[in-house]
């Protein structure tokens, strides 16, 4: 879950294109079948302006602030991440609800502990996602350790 360093080849891309296409069919929420929870994102491209859509993982939500957290798996590099950098106001979807929002980057000093958080609350998936990525763990010192190279924004609905 920490940022990879190396963008995916063609097989793992298709791989992550999946559960965007289930959702867009109506068949969106499977995940938590998995113990996950994930977001729908629609950005603008940065450079032809057509609709981008990317599926991540909620590592937090607060329904105070009404906060979603999510993690970009490849760090500044990701395509989806430079889209928001060029045209920040977003579409996000999760389970049935959908809104308008903002990302803004979250304080790295917090980013291991929201890993740790993370881990206790769902700690095969997150060994599984670790382990399907290359990044192994043996403790939470460990882990809060890779936590301090995620990529970690705060995603609020924007106000109409």
Known sequence: ?????????????????????????????????????????????????????????IMAYDRVTDTYYIEAAYGVHADWYRN?????????????????????????ENAGEMLVRFYRQKPAYTRSVMAFAGMKFSNEDELRAL??????????PKNA
């Open 147 to 156: 936590g301090k190279n995620l990529l970690l924004l705060a995603v609020q």
């Open 84 to 108: 928001i950098q060029s045209q920040p106001v977003i579409e996000a979807s999760v389970g049935r609800r959908k809104f308008r929002a903002r990302a803004n980057i979250f304080a790295a």
């Open 1 to 57: 879950m920490a940022a990879l360093h190396k963008k995916p080849g063609p097989l793992l891309r298709l791989f992550f294109r999946i559960p965007v296409w289930l959702e867009k069919i109506g068949l969106g929420g499977w995940e938590r079948l998995i113990g996950a929870q994930w977001m729908l994102i629609t950005t603008a491209g940065r450079k032809t302006g057509r609709p981008r859509h990317v599926m991540v993982d």
